[in-house]
């Protein structure tokens, strides 16, 4: 357990200021945490939104609502907004509540930094969703902005381009201020390997962030002068190559992936132990797969490329590197499953969705396994199958590791509880009503449905229209999730300063809600009984 | 183990509007750049409004840090988070150029060589470096390396030194080597950037001529970008030796850039090596 000796609390110069400009000019984390966290609500709603126009489109076969190009917008904004607007920035959110708060520091590093990068979120977002207004309507080539498509495309695709570099200027500054936050304000006594696990995921994940958001600045810049002012980056007439772009894309591509993955592996790694009442199994290994995950993240992206040619020797290297990070997850998994063996478990709504996560991230990691295999891929690429796969890791994955990780943390934030019997609906029809979505696409894609098409052939109509049932429900449960946030942040039984008697993290030493200034003195770590492997005997 | 009381507290700095207009001048920067690309009459004018906004926006908050520094508000801790954030942005600027980088090797090495084994589709045409592609029909004259770019390589690594000089007497509280090395440090920058733009003035070829007019304008221009931005900040920081204010002690802004400095010298030299010689 972290016990911090805590110093007598004394104010800073500067109170929360109020009314609207406590949040336009906002240097604390916990403000701009709260930010961070109801901007990406307003994104998963608004992309989930688009999401639900998707399913009653292929609610049945033949074009019910949207002609093609149409549909077209409606899957990639989809993805561009779920990913950039709603996943990251929400852990994103957790970070800058969290990582202050675990590490026993006042604040991040470089407080006016942080809320620039969230500022740039909400003018990212308006060009983004503006391109849905502009002649030609929004941006249609898929997330993942493959030319020559992206080339060819109107004004929304330059207002797409210029939108994703003001959110990688983002994603940049906020991973750089993550990274020396944790490396260089830690409270004394809290060494590396004493750090919460979360706070180690997120320092890796910034990494990655620093590491691979400059390169896709970099891809989408020549998507630019591509299309304005006559160069020849992927054009094949003038020596180009249209494949650079997806090698480039995906050198940031899969990195991605685990950017989005990894901080939620984090949240799991502190649920899990708190609801099993015994430390994380592991903690050693943990570090070092998810270490060994960032680092083989760099090695992989080909395997999104199997089927656009490549020398046999290129897509032998990319599977097998692609097999090796089953390892690392391999550990991870097992360590989860260790923590609980023995554990005195309860089953709070936090712990529903981490165990769920455990399980279905499982299922997801075992489909991106299938897919690694060349021969399969090539049978499987473009299908519904791929469309299963990433959704069991980004929606039961991440997705339902934010939604755990917001219950376990609402009490601190809010000071109040939760209400439970909610919590445990919205957790029930989330998972039932994901299942009935996606099991299905499964099915689907390995039939031969292929993605991204608003038709399709009459032998596919049952399972879609199951998958649509499904999503609908899915869709209406998040409505549930949204009542119980805004009740709770509204009121509640009050929570105290530690509602989870197995937690051992340091912002249980805090109030709940923290005070504006936690930590102004560092506080002294005394390792009672530990995660470190120094005390875990 | 460390007490409290040698603890400074962290500077948290009060709330600031700095970044909020930050934010309102890159989306008027963007919405500006979309409508000149798009020939709307406004474009150019909006983008000036942006850039506008985002100077005063950057003379706003860096004159906000000078103060609080000069004002001795920022530990020693303080100073370790600033090293630390330089040292990652400039990771992150590395990584930006290892990205077109990656496109030259990857267009000269697989893209252009596997063109040429297309018989079929691009008749006649023959890998060779430089090249402007299969379907453009210029006849390419790259630059001589050892020409210009000799030139701006030995003006580039002696403003490297001189600003190294220029650091050695801000250690030893020499003001005087310190404000003449930044000077001629300053001047070495002006001089490269010149000589670039006469050298782009000279040049045979394009942008728009295939794949080796893409990379080498989008590589020496990226680059001659980040030199203007390095001088831009080295003005500054001379100007602020000028007013004083560097200590041999205390000087984390003079080394940041001088860091800055160093890493376009670096990039310098690949782009020598590999766009320009080889």
Redesign the interface.
């Given at each position: 357990m972290y016990t911090a000796d805590t110093?007598a609390h004394h104010d800073?110069?500067?109170g929360a200021?109020r009314g609207i400009?406590?949040w336009?000019?906002?240097?604390?984390h916990k403000d701009i945490g709260t930010l961070y966290l109801w901007f990406s609500l307003f994104m998963f709603f608004f992309a989930g939104a688009l999401a639900m126009l998707i399913r009653a489109e292929l609610f049945q076969p033949g074009l019910q609502l949207f002609q093609p190009a149409v549909f077209n917008q409606l899957t990639t904004m989809h993805g561009l907004i779920m990913i950039f607007g709603a996943i990251m920035p929400s852990l994103v959110g957790f970070a800058n509540w969290q990582v202050p708060l675990m590490i026993g520091?006042?604040?991040m590093?470089?407080?006016?930094?942080n809320?620039?990068s969230?500022?740039?979120l909400?003018?990212a977002g308006?060009?983004l969703i503006a391109t849905f207004f502009v002649p030609g309507g929004a941006i249609a080539g898929g997330w993942t902005m493959y030319p020559p498509l992206y080339i060819q495309g109107g004004?929304a695709y330059?207002?797409s381009i210029?939108?994703i570099?003001?959110l990688g200027?983002s994603s940049?500054m906020g991973?750089?201020?993550i990274?020396?936050t944790i490396?260089?304000?830690r409270a004394?006594?809290m060494t590396l390997m004493k750090m919460p696990l979360f706070v180690w995921t997120w320092l890796i994940t910034a990494f990655l962030l620093?590491?691979?958001?400059?390169?896709l600045?970099?891809?989408i810049?020549?998507l630019l002068?591509d299309?304005?002012?006559?160069?020849?980056?992927f054009?094949?007439?003038?020596?180009?190559?249209a494949?650079?772009f997806q090698?480039?894309f995906w050198?940031f591509g899969h990195p991605e992936v685990y950017i989005m993955i990894l901080p939620a592996f984090g949240i799991v790694s502190t649920i899990i132990p708190t609801f099993a009442r015994k430390p994380l199994f592991g903690y050693v290994s943990m570090v070092y797969a998810v270490a060994s995950i960032a680092f083989l993240s760099f090695i992989v992206w080909a395997h999104h490329m199997f089927t656009t040619g490549m020398p046999v020797g290129g897509q032998l290297f990319f599977m097998y590197t692609t097999m090796l990070i089953a390892i690392p997850t391999g550990v991870k998994v097992f360590n989860w499953v260790a923590t609980l063996w023995r554990g005195s478990i309860t089953f709070e709504t936090p712990m529903l969705f981490a165990l769920a996560f455990v399980f279905l991230f499982t299922i997801g990691g075992f489909s991106g396994l299938v897919l690694s295999l060349v021969p399969v891929d090539i049978q499987l690429q473009d299908t519904y199958y791929v469309v299963a796969h990433f959704h069991y890791v980004l929606f039961s994955g991440s997705a339902m590791a934010i939604m755990g990780g917001i219950y376990y943390w609402l009490p601190k934030w809010t000071g109040h509880m939760y209400d439970e019997t909610l919590g445990k609906i919205h957790f029930w029809l989330t998972a039932i009503a994901f299942n009935i979505t996606f099991f299905p696409m499964h099915f689907l894609g390995l039939a031969g449905m292929p993605r991204r098409i608003p038709d399709y052939a009459l032998q596919f109509a049952d399972f879609n229209m199951i998958s649509s049932l499904g999503g609908f429900l899915l869709g209406a449960s998040q409505l549930l999730f949204l009542y119980t946030v805004i009740k709770c942040v509204r009121g509640g039984a009050p929570a105290g300063n530690k509602p989870w008697d197995g937690a051992d993290t340091l912002e249980w030493t805090q109030t709940s809600p923290p005070p504006y200034?936690s930590f102004?003195?560092?506080p002294?770590i005394k390792l009672v009984r530990g995660r470190s492997h120094a005390n875990a005997r | 183990?460390?007490t409290?009381a040698e603890?400074d507290?962290?500077y948290?700095?009060?709330?600031?509007?700095?970044?909020?207009v930050?934010?309102?001048a890159?989306?008027v920067l963007?919405?500006g750049?979309?409508m000149l690309?798009?020939k709307i009459a406004a474009g150019p004018y909006v983008m000036a409004l942006g850039i506008g906004i985002l100077l005063v926006m950057l003379f706003g908050?860096f004159s906000t840090v000078i103060r609080e520094s000069l004002a001795g508000k920022y530990s020693d801790?303080v100073d370790?988070?600033f090293r630390?954030?330089m040292v990652?942005?400039i990771?992150?600027?590395v990584?930006?150029f290892?990205?077109?980088f990656?496109?030259l090797f990857?267009?000269r090495i697989?893209?252009?060589p596997?063109?040429a084994d297309a018989q079929m589709?691009w008749p006649g045409f023959t890998a060779a470096w430089p090249?402007?592609?299969?379907?453009?029909k210029t006849v390419l004259t790259p630059v001589d390396a050892w020409g210009l770019p000799a030139l701006n390589t030995l003006i580039l690594l002696s403003s490297g030194a001189t600003v190294t000089w220029a650091h050695w007497g801000l250690q030893k509280g020499r003001q005087f080597q310190l404000k003449l090395g930044l000077a001629l440090t300053i001047i070495l920058g002006a001089l490269f950037i010149s000589l670039q733009i006469h050298e782009y003035g000279e040049a045979a070829f394009?942008?728009?001529?295939?794949?080796?007019?893409?990379?080498f304008?989008?590589l020496t221009g990226f680059h001659g970008f980040h030199v203007m931005l390095g001088a831009a900040m080295l003005t500054v920081i001379f100007l602020r030796a000028l007013a004083g204010h560097f200590t041999p002690g205390r000087h984390f802004a003079f080394e940041a850039v001088a860091w800055y400095w160093h890493f376009v010298d670096v990039i310098w030299l690949m782009l020598f090596v590999f766009v320009y010689w080889l």
């Open positions: 110093a800073h110069a500067h200021p400009m406590r336009l000019t906002s240097t604390n520091a006042s604040d590093a470089f407080p006016r930094l809320n620039w969230f500022w740039l909400p003018a308006l060009l004004v330059d207002m210029l939108a570099h003001i200027i940049i991973a750089i201020n990274i020396v490396l260089n304000l004394p006594g620093v590491a691979v958001m400059p390169v600045a970099c891809a810049t020549m002068t299309r304005h002012f006559g160069t020849h980056f054009d094949a007439a003038g020596g180009g190559d494949v650079m090698h480039l050198f200034h102004v003195t560092p002294q | 183990m460390q409290h603890h507290v962290y948290v700095p009060p709330p600031s509007i700095w970044p909020l930050g934010s309102v890159l989306l963007a919405s750049f979309v690309l798009h908050w801790q370790t988070s630390w954030g990652w942005f990771f992150s600027e990584l930006f290892a990205g077109f990656g496109a990857y267009a697989l893209a252009v596997w063109l589709l090249t402007a592609g299969p379907g453009v394009t942008i728009r001529d295939g794949i080796y007019g893409a990379t304008y989008m």
